[in-house]
């Protein structure tokens, strides 16, 4: 099992990683006829997004993708590119990058992001949990508008102490692998922020 790159959600000037989500973004790299392909345990979908959110909406700006049959057509009349990789994590995957998008994406839910990751609670496998970043914004939006923002990093600083306190390790905790492993690659919400209200 291999952490997983997730969805890069970009937000005034900042990149926050993807932790949880109320409903899946409606991006569908095979409405353009790409089928994903892994080149990586480290990426299982084949594929990650940019989004960036601004007073006018979320947007698909970036794709990195690798096509199973290596067919990568035009989208939004952007065409893809062997990637110039500046990350050594995205220079091993491999991928091909469709470059500015900006396709509006109407997406009505929640989207919780982190950022500040704090490395003694990394897990090697699957995404992140969310009480292991600093900094944990939920974001709200209604037909593809920002409509709240809330700003839950002291929930998760609740939650580090609380583990601390009781003097337990998370990944030596659990009784039942197989949910973790599931838990481990979940984004829902119910799994990935059950803690939030």
Sequence with gaps: ???QKGDVFKYK????SIIAITNPLNFNPK???IVPSALHT??????WCVYNINDKGIFLEDLYINSKDDFYPSINNVEAVINNYNLELEK?????????LNIKMMFSGKILVGDEFIREYYIHMGFQR?????VLIELVFEQGQ?????????IASEIRKDIKSKNKSYRKTIDDIAKFVDDSFSLDYRVKAWWLK
């Design 130 to 134: 969310g009480w292991a970043y600093k």
């Design 92 to 100: 091993y995957i491999g991928h091909h990058l469709y470059k500015g």
């Design 13 to 16: 000037e900042k990149e926050y």
């Design 42 to 47: 480290g990426c299982w979908k084949g594929y």
């Design 31 to 33: 409405e353009y006829g």
């Design 146 to 154: 920002l409509i709240k923002i809330n700003d839950q990093s002291e």
């Design 1 to 3: 099992m291999t952490a």
